[in-house]
């Protein structure tokens, strides 16, 4: 079971990146967590039951959550993007009760 994220980077204030995860199966749920430093990981967006989702407060009406569901892979796309939104960002996935983690990519903005 294999989780592959791409698509981080660094990117100016302001600007814009998409991420990709894409998975070795079908995941009952997909989605992003992400990690600053010294900072615990925190949930960005994630599919929930069926095709509903959850984004933090943080990142609402700035990031989208997307899922191809025949490719296996869920998509985050992130607009307006701040300095706070710099992290390693990481997929994660559900598959018959297990949680399986991507090994995450980097995403930097400057200010």
């Known amino acids: 079971v294999q989780l592959q994220a791409s698509g981080g980077g660094l990117v100016q204030s302001g600007g814009s990146l998409r991420l990709s995860c894409a998975a070795s199966?079908?995941?009952?749920?997909m989605g992003w967590y992400r990690q600053a430093p010294e900072k615990q990981r925190e949930l960005v967006a994630t599919?929930?039951?069926?095709?509903?989702?959850n984004y933090a407060d943080s990142v609402k009406g700035r990031f989208t959550i997307s899922r191809d569901y025949p490719k296996n892979t869920v998509y985050l796309q992130m607009n307006s993007l701040k300095p706070e939104d710099t992290a390693v960002y990481y997929c994660?996935?559900?598959?018959?009760?297990?949680?399986?983690w991507g090994q995450g990519t980097q995403v930097t903005v400057s200010s």
């Open positions: 994660w996935g559900l598959y018959n009760f297990r949680v399986y």
């Open positions: 199966l079908s995941f009952d749920n």
């Open positions: 599919f929930t039951s069926g095709r509903n989702t």
